[in-house]
T-cell receptor, first 115, second 113 residues
Framework: DADVTQTPRNRITKTGKRIMLECSQT?????MYWYRQDPGLGLQLIYY???????NKGEISDGYSVSRQAQAKFSLSLESAIPNQTALYFC??????????????FGPGTRLTVL | AQSVTQLGSHVSVSEGALVLLRCNYS??????LFWYVQYPNQGLQLLLK??????LVKGINGFEAEFKKSETSFHLTKPSAHMSDAAEYFC???????????FGTGTRLTIIP
C-alpha cells in the first residue's frame, strides 16, 4: 500500500463549488505539505504544517484553506472554486530529524478541473 | 530567500547518449539540493539529494549530480540514457532545518530511440 494517499485522484467541478482534497499518510511523519503543479511553473507551495497545531501559508494560499485533523491527515479546501484553480495537486510529507531531514515524500496527485 | 533555475524546459537525447540536466540555485545559507523525477501520471520520486556531505551524489537508476559551490550548480547526469528515463525532472532547494522546498520549473526529458 502507498505511504501517502490522496483522494480523489480526479475531480471535475463547477465554478463556485466547495471542494475538499484529502491526504493521508502512514509514514508517521509530522510534517505535511500541499502543492499545486501547473505546466511550465513547477510546484508551488500552498500550505504546510509542521505538526497538528502548526499551520502556515505558502506562496499561493489565497483561495485555499487547510485542516490538519490528525498527524496522519491533512485536507485542502477550495471554498469557492474558480477555473484558474484547475491544476494537479500534490500532498507531501517529511520527517523532522531521523537522518532524513528535508526529504519530502509525495502522494500520487489529484487532478482538479474547475469548469 | 532561495530559488532554482532549470535551464531548458525540454531536453531530447538519443538512447545510449549522455543525459545532462542543468540546475542553478540561489541561497543565502548553505543549501540542501534535491532532484526529483515525475513519471507520467505519477507523483514525484526522490532521485538524489545533497546535504553538505560528499559533493558528488549518486542516486537511483544510475543518475548522479555534483554540487559546485563556486558555480552555484547542481547538474544531473547519467552516462547512458535509457528509454525508461523519459520523464519530467525537478531540481529543488531548501535551507538546513527549514524543510520548505523551492522547486524549479522542471525539465521534460525525451529519449529518442
Amino acid at each position: 500500500d502507498a505511504d501517502v494517499t490522496q483522494t480523489p485522484r480526479n475531480r471535475i467541478t463547477k465554478t463556485g463549488k466547495r471542494i475538499m482534497l484529502e491526504c493521508s499518510q502512514t509514514k508517521g511523519h509530522d510534517r505535511m505539505y500541499w502543492y499545486r503543479q501547473d505546466p511550465g511553473l513547477g510546484l508551488q507551495l500552498i500550505y504546510y504544517s509542521f505538526d497538528v497545531k502548526d499551520i502556515n501559508k505558502g506562496e499561493i494560499s489565497d483561495g485555499y484553506s487547510v485542516s490538519r485533523q490528525a498527524q496522519a491527515k491533512f485536507s485542502l479546501s477550495l471554498e469557492s472554486a474558480i477555473p484558474n484553480q484547475t491544476a494537479l495537486y500534490f500532498c507531501a510529507t517529511s520527517d523532522r530529524g531521523q537522518g532524513d531531514t528535508d526529504t519530502q515524500y509525495f502522494g500520487p496527485g489529484t487532478r482538479l478541473t474547475v469548469l | 530567500a532561495q530559488s532554482v533555475t532549470q535551464l531548458g524546459s525540454h531536453v531530447s537525447v538519443s538512447e545510449g547518449a549522455l543525459v545532462l540536466l542543468r540546475c542553478n540555485y540561489s541561497s543565502s545559507v548553505p543549501p540542501y539540493l534535491f532532484w526529483y523525477v515525475q513519471y507520467p501520471n505519477q507523483g514525484l520520486q526522490l532521485l538524489l539529494k545533497y546535504t553538505s556531505a560528499a559533493t558528488l551524489v549518486k542516486g537511483i537508476n544510475g543518475f548522479e549530480a555534483e554540487f559546485k559551490k563556486s558555480e552555484t550548480s547542481f547538474h544531473l547526469t547519467k552516462p547512458s540514457a535509457h528509454m525508461s528515463d523519459a520523464a519530467e525532472y525537478f531540481c529543488a532547494v531548501s535551507n538546513f532545518g527549514n524543510e520548505k522546498l523551492t522547486f524549479g520549473t522542471g525539465t521534460r526529458l525525451t529519449i529518442i530511440p
